[in-house]
């Protein structure tokens, strides 16, 4: 039998074992060659999976960085097996043991215009919710492609400003009812910030978008732009003294490589930050907990804390809103 442009993608897949789209092997299905998605991959490493629809298939790159919005990036796409045209709406867990075991989320969907289309060069325009442009895609070597952006970067993205709020949690003396709804917190009592970083550089600001002092008061969190490399990032955190060390606790992600992470849900952006791994000196990504609001309360408790935060895991992030998404719940004896 003819080998079919799905015999890759078949091979490296049990359908019995995945909730991917596995199709049998036959005719293609007819499209009109202009769907794009673009899907988050946690898989060993975090990366972003580019599909374009192309003769029945979505012609696929995996790219490390995400979608470039600056023309003066070019940013590596890794050719990888065409996938099924149903894989444009997939999302979900590919069990562990299975290739590319992970979290997929799509990132971003729409439609594409074909401008040019070889073997080594493809340039399209994307018409999506968080990416629009004219794009390049062109080979270098193998696998090996690189993705570049041929408009000007967005205006939004021009400027590496935090022009973000903290949101606010709520004020509850007991735990919530459905507590397998929310993720629950420590809250340690810090000074709220929110850190920019862009081009391995790091800026403070509080609740108020004040900028805070890098040196004297909070010496060492510089370093943290330097853990990112050459991700750019906006973080919600509290600045904390743990065991005696000033250090920015981080429990939430608002933007990733220029992309918007606020609409997606409280659970997905802490998935996305937990595997960024952002552990150091003076700085930790902090724990939470789905559906264990007791356990957290308790501990919270023996530890001193003043309170635990309770966070819907459907929550999008708010900025400068105080949301009953978000409850803020204090530690006491006798409280419920």
């Not at 990366?47 to 979505?58: M, P, Q």
């Not at 819907?312 to 409850?327: C, E, K, M, N």
């Amino acid at each position: 039998m003819s080998a079919d442009k799905l015999d890759a993608y078949r091979s490296k897949r049990d359908r019995d074992r995945t909730a991917e789209p596995v199709p049998e092997r036959g005719p293609l299905p007819a499209g009109h060659d202009d769907t794009f998605v673009i899907q988050e991959h946690h898989a060993r490493r975090l990366h972003w999976d580019f599909r374009l629809e192309r003769d029945g298939v979505l012609v696929s790159w995996a790219i490390p960085k995400g979608i470039p919005l600056d023309p003066k990036t070019n940013h590596l796409a890794v050719r990888t097996e065409d996938h099924p045209l149903d894989y444009a709406t997939f999302e979900g867990e590919i069990p562990k043991g299975q290739y590319g075991a992970g979290q997929v989320i799509i990132w971003d969907r729409g439609t594409y215009e074909t401008e040019k289309w070889t073997d080594r060069e493809v340039k399209v325009v994307l018409h999506g919710s968080r990416v629009c442009g004219r794009y390049a895609l062109f080979q270098t070597d193998g696998k090996n492609w690189m993705i570049h952006r041929m408009d000007p970067p967005p205006e939004a993205t021009s400027s590496p400003a935090v022009d973000l709020r903290p949101m606010l949690p709520e004020e509850r003396k007991r735990l919530p009812r459905k507590q397998e709804t929310y993720g629950f917190e420590f809250d340690l009592g810090g000074r709220r910030a929110l850190a920019a970083v862009e081009s391995r550089r790091v800026r403070f600001v509080d609740a108020d978008g004040v900028p805070l002092p890098q040196k004297g008061d909070h010496p060492g969190l510089r370093a943290l732009g330097e853990a990112l490399g050459d991700r750019s990032a906006v973080l919600d955190g509290e600045i904390a003294e743990v065991e005696g060390v000033t250090t920015y606790m981080i429990f939430d992600l608002l933007r990733l490589d220029g992309g918007d992470l606020l609409d997606r849900p409280y659970r997905d952006r802490r998935h996305t930050l937990d595997v960024l791994e952002l552990h150091g000196p003076r700085w930790q990504t902090t724990l939470w907990f789905p559906g264990e609001g007791k356990a957290v309360r308790k501990v919270a408790r023996e530890r001193g804390l003043p309170a635990i935060l309770a966070k819907r895991l459907d929550s999008p992030y708010l900025p400068g809103t105080r949301s009953s998404y978000w409850l803020r719940i204090p530690v006491a004896p006798g409280t419920g």
